[in-house]
């Protein structure tokens, strides 16, 4: 089974891309972040392209912001959508959705940002990933969560830690929120398969960022171990942030049990641009 996650970053601006995509890398479950459309709004403009393509959908969107999906060709049971219990900002946002595929619980989440350390955003996805813990511990044996965490696990991911400091995304509360979710049993199936290579799913628009290879690990998936111990392949499409029109984010595909494609990762096709020096580039933000 291969099961993949991609912040699309727009499904609306994205579907020249993801039909396409689908086509070629024909995942059996898709996990989609930022959609950025309501319910009615993401099946008028998707459902029947995805069911000629053989796939069940369970949206949990609202109109401009957020918004996750399921697709899946190997069933679609239990859908739950947010976060019983959890936080709001105020109200509760479409950040979260499960369901089980192939006898696996899947989860997509699309984590706060946090913007500022700090703020009111930082407490909230400090309190929204405390409630995604809870309701991870509650889950069955076999779980695989993924999406955009919008938390770089260490220092290894991020091309410079030196030009995140003061920023969100590294700071030691939320690297510990998501040690708190990997303390159930959950491993980052990614970097447990390429421990010391250079690997990130996030490039900025701006300045370049993408064609010199200065990114972030942001988008992670974490499996239990019945789900872990299935992993055959598990690597970043980068050849889907290439072109015209891409998303910020490249998909991360996870084989399970066979690979189709080989043991290719961990970054497919890997960057042309040699890495840069440390200090030798700064945040567009920094600028």
Known sequence: MRIATWNVNSIKQRVPRLLPWLDERRPDVACLQETKLSDDAFRGLLGDELADHGYAVAVHGEATWNGVAILSRVGLDDVVAGLGGGPGFPHPEARALSATCGGIRVVTVYVPNGRVPGSEHYEYKLAWLASLRDVLAAGPDATLVCGDMNIAPTDDDVFDPAAYVGQTHVTGPERAALADLQALGLRDVVRERWPTERVFTYWDYRAGMFHQDLGMRIDLVLASAPVADRVRAAWVDRQARKGSGPSDHAPVIVDLDEAPDGDIGPVVP??????????????????
């Open 270 to 287: 890997p960057p042309s641009a040699p890495r840069a020096r440390r200090g030798s580039a700064t945040l567009p933000q920094a600028r």
